[in-house]
């Protein structure tokens, strides 16, 4: 499986971003699809995770509102966007391949496969 993440870059606080993540090798559409972030001297955290069908969505605290998580199974891709950006949303930002179809885990424990990670800059 081999997912290739994109759209990050630097924006002002108050703008918008938009994550792609390209997946290939593995069916798309039955697994959970997640976004997780590594600031600088952070752990990796939990974003978001869409189920296999998008029909489902979960969302860490700190993005409700701001951040929508969604795919299309038909371009093997998922994607995330980012508005109302903070500079605590300064990140790499990985999305990452789940080993269930309808599971939403938070842990990156219970994802196997990950992309490179794409890096969103937000300045003051």
């Known amino acids: 499986v081999q997912l290739q993440a994109s759209g990050g870059g630097l924006v002002q606080a108050g703008g918008s971003l938009r994550l792609s993540c390209a997946a290939s090798g593995r069916t798309f559409s039955s697994y959970v699809m997640g976004w997780f972030r590594q600031a600088p001297g952070k752990e990796r955290e939990f974003v978001a995770a869409i189920s296999m069908s998008g029909r489902r969505t979960s969302y860490t605290d700190s993005v409700k509102g701001r951040f929508t998580i969604s795919r299309d199974n038909a371009k093997n891709t998922v994607y995330l966007q980012m508005n109302s950006l903070r500079p605590e949303d300064t990140a790499v930002y990985y999305c990452?391949?789940?080993?269930?179809?309808?599971?939403?885990?938070?842990?990156?424990?219970?994802?196997?496969?990950w992309g490179q990670g794409t890096l969103v800059t937000v300045s003051s």
């Open positions: 990452a391949q789940g080993s269930s179809g309808l599971r939403l885990d938070i842990a990156s424990s219970e994802y196997n496969y």
